[in-house]
């Protein structure tokens, strides 16, 4: 893979989640249950790896 088809692979995870937000009621629902803070500390925790290899 080249170094763009990360960044293309990225869109595509965007754009999929918004698809089904969007089509899918029951799945909105289900997202917008999930209070905001969950987000944010899943975020932190998925984006720690890559930070520290970056700033390493």
């Known amino acids: 893979m ?4 990360f960044s293309l692979l990225k869109g595509t995870v965007f754009f999929a989640t918004l ?14 249950l999930v209070d905001w803070y969950w ?5 932190i925790v998925f984006s720690a790896p890559l930070f520290k290899k970056m700033y390493s």
Request: neutral net charge.
């Open 2 to 5: 080249k170094w763009y088809d």
């Open 19 to 32: 698809c089904l937000i969007t089509a899918w009621p029951t799945f909105k629902d289900l997202i917008f």
């Open 39 to 43: 987000y944010l500390i899943l975020f």
